[in-house]
């Protein structure tokens, strides 16, 4: 068994990203993050923080947007239209959750999609459909990222995921077709999932449950991604796969954590700094 190790990798994404950003300062582009955030979450608060120190450490300008929990949709709405706007700015990014009275998807269909950094904007979701260029939400687009730097084929591979959210599991369908993965997707009213995931030659899990994918789930050499970041009954933060003996089946297994979640980082960085290309070299 081999350890996928996202920490790692980032890591090298990030220091590649570092380079790439002083380079682009020559030529008087700045990429720039522009992050909102309603309501005092304090997760969202951590996320947050530790977009800002990934910026600060790559050389991408960061500025943060504090919204009053009692903000109105319009008030929200009037922000992120003003973002688009400024020229100064690469790349949006709304961080969720925002209180239960706004709309989300309407902010999100209001960012521009060329500063759409999350790639949760309908125009990238339906480019990332038909295979043209655009922004991949940041945590598939990390775990492709993953599969390709180990090498790991995927042409002709039997995938399986397990969860259908608009963030993780429905990207991630297209990301593997791009890559000639035969896919299935399970989720909730599923039947028979055991079945289904012992055919994958890659099984990723990405539900919210904890420990969900046990051994006898998984075929023998298959490749395990873990998505989920779940806090167990002592409050330590563990994956949607019992590693321990899931491990001992797999070919390759990614740790939670040190898996995916820090993939999911370095890939926002990656995004923000081509926003930045996109948008400034198409004008010079
Ligand atoms: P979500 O929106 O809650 O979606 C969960 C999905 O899992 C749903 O499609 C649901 O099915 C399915 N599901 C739930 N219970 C199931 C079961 N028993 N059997 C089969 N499918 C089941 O979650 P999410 O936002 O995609 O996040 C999933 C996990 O990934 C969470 O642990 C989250 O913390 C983690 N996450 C990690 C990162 C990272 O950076 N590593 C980023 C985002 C999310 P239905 O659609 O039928 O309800």
Redesign the pocket.
């Known amino acids: 068994m081999e350890l996928i190790n996202g920490k790692e990798l980032a890591k090298k994404i990030r220091e590649e990203l570092k380079l790439e950003v002083e380079e682009l300062k020559k030529q008087e582009i700045k990429p720039k993050l522009a992050v909102i955030m309603v309501g005092d979450d304090k997760a969202s608060e951590v996320y947050v923080r530790n977009k800002s120190k990934a910026c600060n450490e790559i050389g991408i300008e960061f500025e943060e947007f504090l919204m009053d929990k009692n903000t109105k949709q319009e008030e929200l709405i009037n922000l992120i239209n003003k973002l688009n706007q400024r020229k100064d700015i690469h790349g949006i990014l709304l961080q969720s959750p925002i209180p239960n009275h706004l709309n989300i998807r309407e902010a999100f269909n209001t960012i521009n999609y060329t500063k759409d950094v999350d790639g949760f904007n309908p125009i990238n979701v339906g480019k990332l459909s038909i295979g043209e260029d655009s922004f991949i939400s940041?945590?598939p687009y990390?775990v492709i990222k993953m599969l390709e730097e180990y090498n790991i084929p995927l042409e002709g591979k039997r995938a399986v995921i397990?969860?259908?959210?608009?963030?993780?599991?429905k990207p991630l369908i297209q990301c593997l077709l791009n890559k000639n993965a035969t896919v299935t997707i399970?989720?909730?009213?599923?039947k028979n999932?055991e079945e289904i995931t012992r055919e994958a030659d890659i099984l990723i899990a990405?539900?919210?449950?904890p420990k969900?994918v046990k051994e006898d789930m998984v075929k023998e050499n298959a490749v395990v991604i873990d998505?989920?970041?779940?806090r167990n009954e002592e409050g330590k933060i563990v994956g949607?796969v019992d590693f321990e003996n899931v491990s001992k089946k797999a070919s390759y297994i990614t740790p939670v954590p040190g898996?995916?979640?820090p993939?999911?980082?370095a890939m926002l960085m990656n995004n923000v700094v081509k926003a930045a290309k996109n948008i400034e070299l198409k004008n010079k």
Request: net charge positive.
């Open positions: 940041c945590t990390g397990i969860g259908r959210s608009n963030i993780v599991g399970c989720h909730s009213k599923t999932i990405a539900l919210g449950k969900f998505v989920g970041i779940n949607d898996g995916v979640g993939m999911t980082i």
